[in-house]
């Protein structure tokens, strides 16, 4: 069965560094997203991601951030300079369609700011 | 105000026992979905359910089902036959509008349920 997949499982980055976060979607999908979970708290959306373009935003996903698909199955989410409170999981999500389409999850990227 | 709201924090169940996990839901819009995910102790997100807002039946996938009651804006998860499998969190999350534009998922906080042999 086709799933999404997230490298790396786990990154420990030192505050002021940039990390790339990378997932590639389920292949015949067209929706991208990323959402993000601080520990112990509620799942919270970040962006999505249609035709090449940030089709909606959280105010979390401020200009530190950025996503991009840099070819045909990867799909990455970027933090230019972390921060302590940057520490969560990270999910990437993909959807075949608008509507009744499901949003499957990959397995996460743990991330940890030091 | 919460647009997802899981009133339990966790649950307790007994083997090849139901349960149901409860979810809120407050939306204005005529258009929804609601959805429950899993997410076990390793963190993975794993898709169980899903509910339309037009759809007339409970949503049903093997051991899970969807009591979906409109009137009372409410999306309840009931799992049959608890297996120690089921020990997770469990998430409830809506996404509105979903012939609109928006595409983003509100999830609840979750509900952690312990299975007991």
């Known amino acids: 069965e086709p799933e999404v997949t997230q490298t790396p499982s786990h990154q420990v980055t030192q505050m002021g560094q940039e990390v790339i976060l990378r997932c590639v979607p389920i292949?015949?999908?067209?929706?991208f997203y990323w959402y993000r979970q601080i520990l112990g708290q509620k799942v919270e959306f970040l962006v999505s991601?249609?035709?090449?373009?940030?089709?909606?935003k959280s105010e979390i996903f401020d200009d530190q951030f950025s996503v991009e698909r840099p070819d045909g199955s990867n799909f990455t989410l970027k933090i230019r300079s972390t921060k302590l409170e940057d520490s969560a999981m990270y999910f990437c999500?993909?959807?075949?369609?608008?509507?009744?389409?499901?949003?499957?999850f990959g397995p996460g990227t743990r991330l940890l700011v030091l | 105000a919460q647009k997802i709201t899981q009133t339990q924090p966790g649950m307790f169940v007994q083997e090849k026992e139901a349960v149901t996990l409860d979810c809120t839901y407050d939306?204005?819009?005529?258009?929804?979905?609601l959805f429950w995910y899993k997410q076990p102790s390793s963190g993975e997100m794993i898709f169980l359910i899903y509910?339309?807002?037009?759809?007339?039946q409970n949503a049903t996938e093997g051991r899970y089902s969807l009591n979906f009651q409109k009137a009372r804006k409410s999306a309840n998860l009931v799992i049959s036959a608890s297996q120690l499998g089921d020990s997770a969190m469990y998430f409830c999350?809506?996404?509105?509008?979903?012939?609109?534009?928006?595409?983003?998922?509100?999830f609840g906080k979750g509900t952690k349920l312990t299975v007991n042999p």
């Open positions: 509910q339309g807002s037009y759809d007339e």
């Open positions: 999500a993909s959807s075949g369609a608008r509507g009744r389409e499901t949003q499957y």
């Open positions: 292949s015949n999908h067209l929706y």
């Open positions: 991601f249609y035709n090449n373009e940030i089709s909606e």
């Open positions: 999350a809506m996404r509105e509008d979903p012939q609109g534009g928006s595409e983003k998922l509100v």
């Open positions: 939306t204005s819009d005529q258009s929804y979905g």
